[in-house]
């Protein structure tokens, strides 16, 4: 018995354990859930209307896999933002956002091929119709997303929620197979290439509450399987100013009668942030060929690509000094999941119907900076006739600048260059100006009125040799003047300046250029669009696109100011038996030039005096009066014709001679130009304004009726000149015109 009783003693923990024990049937897996994460959200320009967000993926553990030869249960996965969905819209309600599993063609799968529902392969003929494709398991959680085996492993969004189709703000994934991955396997659920609203979602009218400084999604999933989703809002991008821009020179000192010199005004764009301006394409940093095209980049081997071009630029001038890469190859694949290419262009693959993908892959694959573990699979590309899931990620241009100048004086003509280069602080600066080869460069583009449209430069050479894009080009009629970066450093910030070139021939006939009209400009980002189609979701407008600019606030950009001589006469009278006579010489004329041609502008105009004080009678002084003796109120227009005998106009080489008393003003040997005794009985000083530029006058106070070599009291005196030198140094005198001209400020 006693030995019975030790036996029981021992099997009682074996029996305790046996009853803890359940058969493998039953045993309980971890649950299935997926956390939800954002990564590092990209910062988007403000101003965009369809800005990129980043990438969201969801990681999916637990739950107990779909058996062999068993359908994987379809889901509903819906993304929600907190302003308008701008993913462009393919087909019917579809739109280039996809959803991605297992990561296929990355650095985590690098072997499994993209295969994407509804391609060849991965037919999207289920009841659901198109975009929705069934899975049967093979029993292997990590081969159930295998393209290799037709299992698609990329699906294509729809415009909405399950409940509201087409609602602006969402966009939707039907019937996903979801398979879960168990204990042996982890799931990755990747969501690119969402675009959205920025510029709405940064405080502008936008419906519901948008208002944010970053932009927000909510993920949420619905089907059969029952799956926990942690985390499931996040933050997807941060939104910051895309742009600085201003004007960086002005000059309001161009004169009508004389050819436009310098200073010549500037137009600046800096960027907000450092990834701000972007290629199209990464094909465009890269120096691999595409067909016959070469990028525009070399890599630096530590970091990132450089631009290729040794061009060296003299801001406020024209000229490239050097050699300048400006080629625009065809995109190449964006097609590595996780991959930041750092350009409008988002997750791109496109494929056709038979199967073989249009474009080339980058050598290696993804290229160095943008990835580090090369991608071996080979795959065909997006395709699906129903959806146009081909057209996923593809951006229409890089990023475009743009200014506006506006109000542009008739008869003169503003160029700018046919491509101008992208600085950042490591450019060398030489007294102000960099002197080393920029980090980028955009080409001036030929555009409708919204700066949209394919690319296609003005400048149609190749660059290379030295000085070959030292071009200008006249801007269109518009006044709109749009660049398109084809090389930028997304990580450091650039700048660009755009000198503008004034040129015009003087045709004082025809008082052109328009003098006194101040042309102006403002810019910003383009293609943009002020209408309200502009931030919702549209198969037609262009990637990307933007609000229109209004900076700066200060749009005043060159004026040509009409050439004229201010006088002054200080004491002038025809009272207690006194008498002036004044002359006023058109100086424009002279033979001090080079072989005896007129080192001035041959100029001719009328004259306008302003008289200020008393007539002996104690009235007021007589109103204006202009060299017109048929219309003494009227000045003649400037500059009208070049005859000598035209009334109202002093030609070149000629003088005004006025007496205060009886006589007119009489000019040269024509007719006269004041009419007479208009200042009769007058005393005070007088200002008069000749339509010339260079004006030299003489007055003369003597007894009434009497001469210089007569008896009597007489004092004659040189005017007084009102104008200072302008942008001339050393030269002082009263500032009326700021303008060049004889100042001698007698």
């Given amino acids: 018995m006693a030995d019975f009783r030790k036996w029981l003693y021992a099997l009682a923990p074996v029996a305790l354990l046996a009853g803890f024990t359940v058969p493998a049937s039953a045993q309980t897996s971890a649950p299935f859930q997926c956390i939800a994460n ?58 280039e956002a996809l959803l991605i599993v297992d990561e296929p063609h990355s650095a985590t799968n690098p072997g499994n091929p993209i295969l994407n529902c509804g391609a060849t392969g991965a037919p999207d003929d289920t009841p659901s119709g198109a975009g929705v494709c069934a899975i049967t398991s093979t029993g292997v959680p990590s081969a159930t997303y295998n393209g290799t085996a037709g299992h698609p492993n990329v699906f294509q969004g729809q415009l909405g929620t399950p409940a509201v189709a087409n609602q602006p703000n969402a966009v939707t994934w039907l019937g996903v197979p979801l398979d879960p991955p168990g204990t042996t396997t982890n799931r990755t659920i990747r969501i690119t290439n969402i675009r959205a609203d ?59 009668c004389a050819l436009p010199g310098s200073p010549q005004p500037s137009f600046t764009w800096s960027e907000g942030f450092a990834s701000s301006w972007k290629t199209k394409n990464i094909s465009l940093i890269l120096n691999q060929a595409v067909g016959t095209v070469t990028g ?71 290229p160095p900076g943008v990835g580090t573990v090369p991608v071996t699979a080979t795959t065909l590309g997006l395709y699906d006739a129903t959806t146009g899931i081909s057209g996923a990620g593809i951006a229409n241009t890089g990023t475009r600048l743009q200014v506006q100048i506006s109000n542009i004086p008739a008869g003169a003509v503003v160029s700018v260059p046919d491509a101008i280069p992208l600085f950042n602080s490591n450019c060398g ?6 002197t080393s080869k920029p980090s980028g460069i955009a080409m001036l583009v030929n555009t409708d009125t919204a700066g949209a449209g394919a690319y296609s430069p003005v400048y149609t050479g190749t660059g290379g040799a030295a000085g070959a894009l030292n071009t200008t080009s006249p801007i269109q009629s518009s006044g709109l003047v749009v660049y398109e970066v084809i090389f930028a450093d997304p990580f450091s910030v650039e700048s ?186 007058f005393q005070g000083y007088i200002i008069a304004q000749a339509q010339f530029q260079y004006c030299h006058a003489y007055a003369f106070i003597s007894g009434a009726g009497e001469g210089p070599l007569q008896a009597g009291i007489s004092e004659g005196y040189l005017g007084l000149l009102l104008d200072n030198g302008g942008f001339v140094s050393n030269v002082t005198g009263i500032v009326r015109t700021s303008q060049r001209g004889e100042s001698l400020v007698h």
């Fill in 38 to 95: 954002a990564g590092v959200p990209p910062t988007v320009r403000a101003e965009g209307w369809t800005e990129l967000m980043g990438d969201i993926t969801l990681n999916c553990t637990g739950g107990i896999p779909t058996p062999t030869g068993v359908l994987v249960q379809p889901v509903n996965v819906t993304v929600t933002i907190n302003t308008y969905l701008t993913s462009r819209v393919l087909a019917g309600n579809f739109v």
């Fill in 496 to 681: 660009a300046t755009v000198t503008t070139t004034v040129s015009y021939t003087p045709n004082l006939n025809l008082n052109q250029p328009t003098p006194n009209q101040i042309a102006q400009a403002f810019g910003g980002f383009a293609p943009f669009y002020s209408t309200a189609s502009a931030h919702l979701p549209s198969s037609t407008l262009t990637i990307p696109r933007f609000v229109t600019a209004s900076i700066p606030s200060n749009v005043n950009y060159f004026e040509i100011v009409r050439c004229a001589c201010n006088l002054l006469f200080p004491f002038v009278t025809n009272a207690a038996g006194y008498d002036t006579g004044i002359a006023i010489a058109n100086t424009s004329l002279d033979n001090l030039g080079v072989g005896g041609v007129s080192a001035a502008s041959s100029q001719f105009g009328g004259v306008q005096f302003w008289y200020y004080g008393t007539t002996a009678s104690g009235g007021s002084a007589p109103p204006t009066q202009c060299t017109n003796v048929a219309s003494p109120g009227t000045c003649p227009t400037p500059n009208a014709t070049s005859s000598s005998s035209a009334v109202g106009q002093v030609p070149a080489g000629q003088l005004l001679t006025y007496v205060l008393s009886t006589s007119g003003g009489s000019i040269g040997n024509g007719p006269n130009g004041l009419a007479p005794g208009w200042a009769a009985g």
């Fill in 296 to 366: 525009n980049g070399t890599y630096n081997g530590t970091s990132y690509w450089t631009y290729d071009g040794n061009a060296t630029l003299t801001l406020g001038l024209t000229g490239w000094a050097g050699t300048a890469t400006i080629n625009y190859p065809a995109d190449l694949n964006q097609n590595v999941p996780g991959a930041i290419y750092n350009t409008e262009s988002g997750f791109e693959y496109p494929g056709t119907s038979g199967g073989a993908n249009v474009n080339n892959d980058p050598t290696p694959n993804p």
């Fill in 198 to 256: 920025a510029h709405d979602a940064n405080g502008s009218a936008a419906p519901g509450n948008f208002v944010a400084s970053y932009i927000t999604a909510q993920i949420s999933i619905n089907g059969n399987t029952s799956l926990a989703l942690n985390n499931p809002q996040q933050i997807v991008a941060f939104i910051g100013p895309g742009m600085i821009a201003g004007i960086s020179q002005t000059n309001f000192s161009f004169l009508q």
């Fill in 429 to 434: 600066k030489t007294a102000g100006v960099c």
